[in-house]
């Protein structure tokens, strides 16, 4: 949709000072975009609102909602220094 688009366009910026919510309306710019328009915020913040998806979990230790993968697989290189900043 239109709404999303500009949203994602402008949570893209290249220069992070310019990015939505970064500007001078702080986290309400973000929230005031056309794609939250009928969202609940203060339902949000209350920790009212119903999850769409509740997985089941039977203990701590249980992984049974992740994907499996090969313990043989290596692990990440090393970073490639895009952002050393960060």
Do not use: C, H
């Amino acid at each position: 949709s239109r709404g999303l688009g500009d949203l994602v366009k402008k949570l893209l910026k290249t220069f992070q000072s310019k990015r939505l919510g970064r500007t001078k309306g702080g986290a309400g710019s973000v929230m005031k975009q056309k794609w939250f328009s009928g969202f609940d915020w203060n339902s949000l913040l209350a920790r009212e609102l119903e999850v769409p998806i509740k997985p089941t979990v039977r203990s701590a230790d249980d992984i049974s909602n992740f994907d499996p993968y090969d313990e043989e697989d290596e692990a990440p290189g090393k970073p490639t220094g895009w952002f050393p900043e960060l």
